[in-house]
């Protein structure tokens, strides 16, 4: 595994070795996408507790600002660049780390970014990570899937270190995928079809809005956490009970079932499909161990789907309503 601190030991990082002050500054990585978002809402929610310091390349986005106006301090690091991270993490106790695949779509290059931030938090003394991994779905079922594999790696490396206390969470399905790459298809006026490949079978889901109240919990008790490796999930929910809720909360449009296959995804030309269809299969399998119960003893208020539904119909109907209004604009 690629390692960084050889470089950190030939730096000084200026942290504070003392006693932890009762208000803990927690540096989040991702704190502008949804996941590490959730994650600053939720300690900015105790200000006693918790100093949020968001990490972000864009300081100036509309986001970006949004954050510190809820009393953030926004901070600017790349993981590809160790001397930001040194000065994003310096003198914090705690760290929320997660690492994005998308953008590059490169497995090796998340795995390297996501070393060099454990590196540098470990250099400034840095006294706890929670760490967004993941099973190896390579390992499991044989077949690569880029993004989760990659979490994976940062999982094993974090392990075999030993530095550092940490708490490694793993997530299942997010319900709002159904905004974005998973959002329902028009067959045709008023017709909508979910293009999840779950072959009648259920499988673990949840919010990201509720992970954020779940790792700040962790944050709270790390004492009781630490070492732990902690599956999240609200319920297991399959094909049938979604099409309920939708058609329970979605008026004047009919939703059905795609019938997708996972194989479908493998022949599907567009970027990551193959990826996509990796982790179906592995949920489909029931190999991704997840913890029901802990999970709503860290979040007692979790939502299901029925009721994030409830709660999020204004930008399904939105979506809905956009894909009728191209469809008319492309018939004219």
């Known amino acids: 595994m690629f390692s960084v601190t050889s470089f950190?030991?030939?730096?000084?990082?200026?942290?504070?070795h003392g006693e932890v002050e009762e208000t803990r500054t927690i540096v989040v990585f991702g704190a502008t996408g949804l996941l590490g978002g959730s994650v600053v809402q939720e300690l900015l929610t105790d200000p006693l507790k918790f100093r949020v310091r968001a990490v972000t390349r864009r300081p100036s986005s509309d986001k970006s600002r949004k954050l510190a106006e809820a009393g953030a301090v926004i901070v600017t690091a790349n993981f590809d660049d160790t001397r930001s991270l040194e000065r994003a993490l310096e003198g914090a106790h705690g760290v929320f780390l997660t690492t994005h695949f998308w953008e590059d779509q490169n497995k090796e290059k998340e795995v390297v970014r996501g070393l060099n931030a454990i590196d540098a938090a470990i250099h400034c003394g840095v006294k706890f990570i929670v760490l967004n991994g993941s099973e190896s779905i390579k390992k499991n079922i044989g077949k690569p899937c880029g993004h989760l594999d990659a979490k994976a790696a940062i999982e094993e490396y974090i392990r075999h270190i030993g530095e550092i206390s940490f708490t490694i969470i793993r997530l299942p399905f997010w319900y709002e995928n159904f905004l974005t790459v998973f959002k329902p298809h028009r067959l045709k006026r008023g017709r909508y079809a979910l293009p999840l490949p779950l072959e009648?079978?259920?499988i673990h889901a949840?919010?990201?809005?509720?992970?954020?109240?779940?790792?700040?919990?962790?944050?709270?008790?790390?004492?009781t956490y630490s070492g732990r490796t902690i599956g999240l999930?609200?319920?297991?929910?399959?094909?049938?009970?979604?099409?309920?809720?939708?058609?329970?909360?979605?008026?004047?449009?009919?939703?059905v079932d795609s019938k997708m296959r996972v194989k479908d995804y493998e022949n599907f030309n567009f970027p990551g499909s193959k990826d996509v269809a990796a982790m179906f299969e592995f949920y489909q399998k029931e190999l991704d161990e997840r913890d029901l119960k802990l999970t709503r003893k860290l979040n007692p208020h979790i939502v299901h789907f029925d009721r994030w539904l409830h709660l999020n119909k204004d930008k399904i109907e939105a979506i809905i309503k956009d894909n009728e209004e191209q469809e008319e604009d492309e018939d004219k």
């Open 206 to 223: 949840i919010s990201v809005e509720d992970v954020g109240r779940c790792v700040m919990r962790i944050f709270e008790k790390h004492r």
């Open 233 to 255: 999930s609200s319920e297991r929910i399959g094909m049938g009970k979604i099409l309920h809720s939708f058609k329970k909360h979605i008026h004047h449009t009919t939703f």
């Open 8 to 16: 950190y030991s030939k730096m000084g990082c200026g942290s504070s």
């Open 200 to 202: 009648n079978k259920p």
